[in-house]
C-alpha cells in the first residue's frame, strides 16, 4: 500500500473513530428534541387558558390540544423513549383537563347567567 493511502486512511480513522462516539447522542437528542417541541405548543395552549377564555376561546384552544395529542399519537417512537412518550400524553390530558375547568371569563358568565334566567321566566 502506498504510503499516501495509508495516512490518509489514518487521518480518517483518527477523525471518524471519536466521530462515532457522538452518533448515540446526536441520535437521542434528536428523539428527545421530537418530544420536546411539543411541549411548547402546550404550554403558549396552557398560558391562554390562564387569562380565563371566553366558550369560543376555549373550543379554539380544545381543538389545538387535539390537534397536538393527534399528532403525537402519529409519532413514531424508540421503546427506549416511551416512558417520555407517555409522560408527554399524560400532560396533554392535564392540560385538557386544566382548560376544562378553567373558569370563564367574566362577560361569557354574564352572557350564560342571563341565558339561564331567561329559560327559567
Given at each position: 500500500m502506498p504510503f499516501w493511502?495509508?495516512?490518509l486512511a489514518d487521518r480518517?480513522?483518527?477523525?471518524?473513530?471519536?466521530?462515532?462516539r457522538l452518533v448515540p447522542d446526536l441520535y437521542r437528542w434528536r428523539v428527545k428534541l421530537r418530544i420536546y417541541r411539543w411541549y411548547g405548543a402546550l404550554i403558549a395552549i396552557e398560558r391562554e387558558a390562564i387569562s380565563g377564555p371566553d366558550t369560543s376561546?376555549?373550543?379554539v384552544l380544545l381543538e389545538?390540544?387535539?390537534a397536538i395529542e393527534s399528532a403525537v399519537n402519529r409519532m413514531k417512537m424508540p421503546l427506549?423513549?416511551?416512558d417520555q412518550f407517555y409522560v408527554l400524553r399524560e400532560h396533554i390530558g392535564f392540560v385538557r383537563e386544566r382548560l376544562a375547568h378553567a373558569p370563564v371569563a367574566a362577560n361569557d358568565a354574564t352572557e350564560v347567567h342571563e341565558d339561564i334566567e331567561q329559560g327559567s321566566a
Open positions: 493511502v495509508a495516512s480518517v480513522l483518527v477523525v471518524l473513530i471519536p466521530g462515532l376561546q376555549r373550543d389545538r390540544i387535539d427506549a423513549f416511551a
